[in-house]
């Protein structure tokens, strides 16, 4: 009986196995934490990233809703011969006439090469946004004809920081300390101040009296002071889309069809935009129509499609970047973006492996190990009415 008894007391665990079980746990739960750290460091870096673009796409989304508003509003009318143009001369042709502009390219050729702040592209358009400056007094109608454009800007102020926040000359303690950045604007010209058709005429004498300027109301004739004069005066009506954006890149195009079409039956022909500029009023169609070719001519017409593309950064790498870059002229230089993007048809890469523009300007963010991504769509203007023809 007590050999019986002694056998059924020694059922158990040992201290060896209690030992070996004790480890298991631990080192389980060890895996655990490890498993549960890195699953948390994950999701914290995947929602960082997405909150640090979320502006970007925000942005580009809103960008290219408005870019889709174009308009033109074109119209046939008479054209009398080269010199006379009384009711009693007989019309020489119908010719498609348009008040309104669409211009795009890159910004050194529409502001001007001096000008070292505006990087890559922009675009600039009319669209019935009802933008008005003072709705009390101007009222709100939604179908009001307004500037609006977008590019880029270089600078160390943020034009959406309120007046309170700004820093002073010489304030050595900011309460918002100037950031170099590269930012996407929007320019939004209030309808009451609509400019496309303003030109201010000299002061002239008449009866030894001086007559003060005065301003009147017609097309600019291929001006570019319908969108330069508003975006580069003292105080113009541009906010901030979006912080980080280092490059924009506007090309418009003919739809995939009409594009066929033109490559099938000559294969070397030039594309809509080659050196991405597009001016509606650009290749006057007049006596030497026959040096334009009628399939590009964007005389008084919106391209059917504009393909935009947007590279942006994320913060920390923006503020390594502004680190090493005093001026805008040395960040454009540290990004080296200036040499990329001027011929369309280096945009994307080659078929016989030669790396695109984006692809080569991609590798350089990389170099300076900036963390970025690229948005890209291809709006379709729904204004556009493409047409071969220029005259009846």
């Not at 059922?11 to 890195?38: H, N, P, Y």
């Not at 700004?166 to 101040?193: H, T, W, Y």
Request: hydrophobic share 35%.
């Amino acid at each position: 009986m007590k050999n019986a008894h002694f056998s059924r007391s020694r059922k158990g665990f040992t201290l060896v196995e209690m030992l070996i079980a004790t480890s298991l746990i631990v080192l389980l739960l060890l895996f655990l934490v490890a498993m549960t750290d890195s699953t948390a460091k994950t999701w914290k870096y995947a929602s960082s990233k997405t909150e640090q673009f979320q502006e970007a796409r925000i942005a580009f989304d809103a960008m290219t809703r408005r870019l889709s508003e174009a308009t033109l509003n074109t119209y046939w009318d008479v054209e009398y011969p080269s010199g006379s143009r009384t009711p009693a001369t007989t019309p020489s042709r119908y010719i498609r006439k348009s008040e309104l502009r669409f211009i795009s390219g890159p910004m050194n050729t529409l502001v001007g090469g001096g000008v070292t702040k505006y990087p890559t592209h922009g675009v600039f358009f009319q669209a019935p946004t009802g933008f008005v400056g003072n709705s009390v007094n101007n009222g709100s109608l939604t179908n009001l004809l307004n500037t609006s454009g977008f590019f880029l800007e270089i600078s160390s102020t943020d034009p959406n920081l309120p007046p309170f926040l700004e820093s002073e000359s010489g304030d050595l303690n900011p309460v918002v300390p100037p950031r170099l950045r590269s930012r996407l604007m929007e320019l939004r010209e209030p309808s009451e101040k609509f400019s496309v058709y303003q030109v201010t005429q000299p002061e002239e004498k008449k009866d030894d009296e001086r007559v003060p300027r005065t301003t009147i109301f017609r097309p600019l004739s291929g001006s570019l002071a319908w969108f330069t004069t508003t975006l580069t005066s003292a105080n113009p009506p541009v906010r901030r889309l979006a912080d980080n954006v280092v490059a924009l890149i506007i090309l418009p195009k003919l739809t995939p069809q009409d594009e066929l079409a033109r490559v099938t039956k000559n294969p070397g022909a030039t594309p809509l935009a080659k050196g991405y500029v597009y001016d509606s009023y650009a290749n006057v169609y007049d006596s030497d129509a026959t040096t334009v070719d009628p399939e590009i001519n964007p005389k008084n017409q919106l391209p059917p499609v504009v393909q935009v593309t947007m590279v942006a950064i994320d913060e920390v790498s923006a503020a390594r970047l502004a680190a090493i870059s005093q001026t805008a002229n040395q960040l454009r230089e540290n990004l080296k973006v200036d040499r990329f993007f001027t011929d369309s048809t280096r945009l994307a890469d080659q078929a016989n492996g030669t790396a695109g523009d984006l692809t080569q300007f991609q590798a350089e963010l990389n170099k300076l190990k900036l963390t970025h991504r690229v948005f890209t769509t291809n709006v379709s203007i729904r204004g556009a009415k493409w047409s071969r023809a220029q005259s009846e």
